[in-house]
Nanobody, 118 residues
Framework: QVQLVESGGGLVQPGGSLRLSCAASGFSFSSYAVSWYRQAPGKERELVAFITRAGGFTSYADSVKGRFTISRDNAKNTVYLQMNSLKPEDTAVYYC???????????WGQGTQVTVSS
């Protein structure tokens, strides 16, 4: 019943921008912190950004600090990842994730492809 659906990926030029969305359903969205992860071919999945339940605290991987911004709109059950100054090394499938702290179950979306290429 818990479902996360990513969207907004695509092909962009280096230096370009893209905004990803993660739409949630089937649970009390405002009670959950959310993370964005990414995985490039042949590489392990890495944590990109994190946001707390009310959006009062965020954190980022060093590789994206100053370029990416995570935010959320609890009224719309949606988390966003604004990506600016994109680099080819940002190319990956991007996933959103949330964890039920009571059951310790992780929920993942299906991912959205981001390709940065000139």
């Amino acid at each position: 019943q818990v479902q996360l659906v990513e969207s907004g990926g695509g092909l962009v030029q280096p230096g370009g921008s893209l905004r990803l969305s993660c739409a949630a359903s089937g649970f009390s969205f405002s009670s959950y912190a959310v993370s964005w992860y990414r995985q490039a071919p042949g590489k392990e999945r890495e944590l990109v950004a994190f946001i707390t339940r009310a959006g009062g605290f965020t954190s980022y991987a060093d590789s994206v600090k100053g370029r990416f911004t995570i935010s959320r709109d609890n009224a719309k059950n949606t988390v966003y990842l604004q990506m600016n100054s994109l680099k080819p090394e940002d190319t990956a499938v991007y996933y959103c994730n949330t964890r039920d702290r009571l059951t310790m179950i992780d929920y993942w979306g299906q991912g959205t492809q981001v390709t940065v290429s000139s």
